[in-house]
């Protein structure tokens, strides 16, 4: 008898085999690639956040006089604080329509600034 190729049973062990390792894997390739979205949309969120912190230092003048400011990512990326065409990673949808809504808290001597995130509609 000429043995040179592969039993059913051979096979239908290694797809077997396959399938239980894919059984394992997939499911946490995909929480790692959610979870990947998720830190980089926090990221290009507190990025934005940090840009209106810088854009703050230069024109605290404007907030002063207002105690609540919103600045909108349009201003920071005109003004060179942001680049342009940012997106949020997950959805690959634009924050052009972003903003950071700054409020400023009068103490003694003191001002604290309270940085609020505001994303668009269709990014939410």
Do not use: H
Not at 88 to 100: F, N
């Amino acid at each position: 008898m000429n043995k040179n190729g592969f039993t059913l049973i051979e096979l239908l062990g290694v797809i077997v085999i396959l399938s239980l390792l894919l059984i394992i894997i997939v499911p946490s390739v995909t929480s790692s690639i959610q979870r990947g979205n998720k830190e980089a949309d926090e990221n290009t969120k507190n990025s934005i956040v940090l840009a209106a912190r810088n854009w703050l230092s230069d024109n605290k003048a404007i907030v002063n006089d207002s105690l609540t400011y919103t600045v909108t990512v349009e201003t920071l990326q005109s003004e060179g604080y942001l680049e342009e065409n940012i997106k949020l990673p997950s959805k690959d949808c634009s924050l052009d329509g972003a903003s950071v809504t700054i409020t400023a808290t009068e103490t003694e001597n003191n001002t604290k600034y309270d940085y609020t995130y505001n994303a668009p509609d269709d990014c939410k």
